[in-house]
Nanobody, 124 residues
């Protein structure tokens, strides 16, 4: 059973940056896509970004494109979400997730493994 642990959340002012880290508890040999989701208060969990293990192909939601960057290190079973130019509307609990499938996937139900979440709060 793969376990994922996020870290790096916190409180930041608008325009600032944070870097989230996700570490998998064991070799991610069965993982082909790593992602980040978020859930804002009163809203559903939404896709933020994903990266394909095989070739590093990335996908982003329109709301974060150009401001956030996802990356991975296969040898360390780790992936990151660099968040720049943060806005108050980015405030949410952020979750990392992984799936066996390698094709673009943006629904929470597409992912098999989840972290516990880390809070990101952006003040205006």
């Amino acid at each position: 059973q793969v376990q994922l642990v996020e870290s790096g959340g916190g409180l930041v002012q608008a325009g600032g940056s944070l870097r989230l880290t996700c570490v998998a508890s064991e070799r991610t040999s069965s993982t082909n896509l790593m992602g980040w989701f978020r859930r804002a208060p009163g809203k559903d969990r939404e896709f933020v970004a994903s990266v394909r293990k095989r070739d590093g192909t990335t996908e982003y939601s329109d709301s974060v494109k150009g401001r956030f960057a996802i990356s991975r290190d296969i040898a360390k079973n780790t992936w990151w979400l660099q968040m720049n130019s943060l806005k108050p509307e980015d405030t949410a609990v952020y979750y990392c997730a992984s799936r066996r499938g390698w094709d673009d996937a943006r629904l929470p139900s597409d992912y098999e493994h989840w972290g516990q979440g880390t809070q990101v709060t952006v003040s205006s």
